[in-house]
């Protein structure tokens, strides 16, 4: 069932806007969000009018804060990811069709991972991407620990990954993680100035060309996916996933037990 929580509208025929669009909670992703979100997935794909597709984020203060702890700490955390294409049927997706991702504010855990899995980033001046897993006793299982080490030097984003912490816009853009870095009130208009841009190409070129692109940057993904979710599995029955999460909401330090 779509909600207004995921907003939808065409542009000149052939841009798709998908917005994130519960501000209140930092964009963050819960059950009825994703399903929204991968159902506009498949059906800009099987929409041929449609050539380019941008996912915002609704108010200044994030894109995504990712996942919905509320969420987790429920129990249906695993329904956020449980289509075939992960977290809002994007992650994993086969797509024939170029994302561009139009972010300002804070990209937090999932939401910098639905950042990464969109071809293109337009970052405001105010943005920054964050992979803090760590500090909640788990790991970036939707494809972030092994797509940042791709998108950036390797030692930087083993950094990143295993410390944490946040890496602002010009920092990122001079990495190669984002496409350019505008004021935060011009992003949204910058990734459709760009969106515009391919989508007056001819389709069955553009098509073509990404799915050769990122073939090459997803080489032997199906192991690293097989491999990063086998281990959110097992962190999932860890003692320091349960810390790391009632810490985070309790807003205190956590102390790991290693188990």
């Given amino acids: 069932m779509m909600t207004s929580e995921v907003l939808y509208e065409e542009i000149d025929g052939c841009i798709a806007l998908i917005?994130?669009?519960?501000?209140?909670?930092?964009?963050?992703?819960?059950?009825?969000?994703?399903?929204?979100?991968?159902?506009?997935?498949?059906?800009?794909?099987?929409?041929?009018?449609?050539?380019?597709?941008?996912?915002?984020?609704?108010?200044a203060t994030a894109f995504s804060a990712g996942a919905d702890l509320d969420d987790i700490a429920a129990g249906i955390g695993e329904q956020i990811a449980d289509h075939a294409a992960g977290m809002g049927g994007l992650i994993h997706a086969q797509r024939r069709k170029p994302w561009i991702a139009a972010v300002?504010?804070?990209?937090?855990?999932?939401?910098?991972?639905?950042?990464?899995?969109?071809?293109?980033?337009?970052?405001?001046?105010?943005a920054s991407f964050c992979l803090p897993e760590v500090k909640r006793g788990?790991?970036?299982?939707?494809?972030?620990?092994?797509?940042?080490?791709?998108?950036?030097?390797?030692?930087?984003?083993?950094?990143?990954?295993?410390?944490?912490n946040r890496l602002g816009a010009d920092r990122a853009a001079t990495l190669g993680l984002v496409n350019r870095v505008v004021v935060d009130d011009e992003v949204l208009g910058?990734?459709?100035?760009?969106?515009?841009?391919?989508?007056?190409?001819?389709?069955?070129?553009?098509?073509?060309?990404?799915?050769?692109?990122?073939?090459?940057?997803d080489f032997a993904e199906p192991e690293l996916r097989a491999q990063s979710t086998a281990a959110s599995q097992r962190l999932a029955q860890s003692e320091d996933m349960q810390i790391g999460i009632r810490a985070f909401q309790e807003k205190r330090k956590p102390e790991w037990s290693g188990r």
């Fill in 19 to 59: 917005t994130l669009n519960r501000p209140e909670k930092r964009n963050a992703i819960n059950v009825s969000v994703s399903r929204t979100l991968a159902a506009h997935v498949e059906n800009t794909e099987n929409n041929r009018a449609i050539r380019v597709v941008v996912l915002n984020g609704a108010g």
């Fill in 104 to 126: 300002r504010g804070m990209a937090l855990g999932g939401g910098a991972e639905l950042a990464l899995a969109c071809d293109m980033i337009i970052a405001g001046q105010n």
């Fill in 138 to 164: 788990m790991i970036a299982g939707a494809a972030g620990a092994y797509r940042l080490a791709r998108r950036i030097a390797p030692a930087i984003a083993m950094e990143l990954l295993l410390t944490g």
């Fill in 190 to 217: 910058q990734a459709l100035v760009l969106a515009r841009q391919i989508a007056d190409n001819a389709p069955l070129a553009v098509s073509e060309t990404l799915l050769i692109a990122r073939q090459a940057l």
